[in-house]
């Protein structure tokens, strides 16, 4: 069964800071996505990672995906309240599944 | 541009009630449809998905069907709900294989 571990599981932190969030497996995944989910709403697309060791930026956010694929991170710079949600990865599991991870839940205090 | 609609956005249902909930894309042919659950704050575990009309695969065994009437409607159904189908449930769509997912709003059951 492939599993997809985030840690931490709840992260609060000031305004300004620094943080990084991991997403680790022991399966492979051609394919690995992070998404950003508000409270009863649907999980918004943030970037989506292909190739082992890929570093994408999205303004203050950086996703980087492990060389063997089996992993990822995200870090964010001088965090925002603006940035407080739930965060969710999933890897691209077969041709059509994805397996998503257990969620980081972010509150950035101002 | 594509987009995914959920109804109801709520639901309130007695135990032993059945379920219909429905997810609608536009803009798009031939998607790949899925429908997820999701516990308090917590990550998404996949239901069903369909890649094409009529053809639905089950991920776990529960309490629920699914089906797929029309290209881009997908259907999840119970006969009788139970205390543990409460959640929040979302559909998504994606195109071709090992494709980027986008997710409707979600509908939130409460079963009482």
């Known amino acids: 069964t492939q599993l997809l571990e985030q840690s931490p599981q709840f992260l609060s932190i000031q305004e300004g800071e620094n943080l990084t969030v991991y997403c680790n497996s022991s399966s492979v995944f051609s394919s690995l996505q992070w998404y950003r989910q508000e409270p009863g709403e649907g999980p918004v697309l943030l970037v989506t990672?292909?190739?082992?060791?890929e570093v994408k930026k999205l303004k203050r956010l950086t996703f980087q995906f492990g060389d063997a694929r089996k992993d990822s991170s995200l870090h964010i710079t001088a965090a925002q309240p603006g940035d407080t949600g739930l965060y969710l990865c999933?890897?691209?599991?077969?041709?059509?599944?994805?397996?998503f991870g257990t969620g980081t839940r972010l509150k950035v205090l101002a | 541009s594509q987009t995914i609609h959920q109804w109801p956005a709520t639901l309130v249902q007695p135990v032993g009630s059945p379920l219909s909930l429905e997810c609608t894309v536009e803009g798009t042919s031939n998607p790949n449809l899925y429908w997820y659950r999701q516990a308090a704050g917590r990550g998404l575990q996949l239901l069903f998905y369909s890649v094409g009309i009529g053809q639905i695969s089950s991920e776990v065994p529960q309490n629920l069907s699914a089906s797929r009437p029309q290209d881009r409607q997908f259907i999840l159904s119970s006969k009788k709900l139970l205390l543990s189908d409460s959640g929040f449930y979302l559909c998504a769509w994606s195109k071709g294989s090992r494709a980027t997912q986008y997710f409707g709003p979600g509908t939130r059951l409460l079963v009482l």
């Open positions: 999933a890897g691209a599991s077969g041709t059509y599944k994805y397996i």
């Open positions: 990672v292909v190739t082992g060791g």
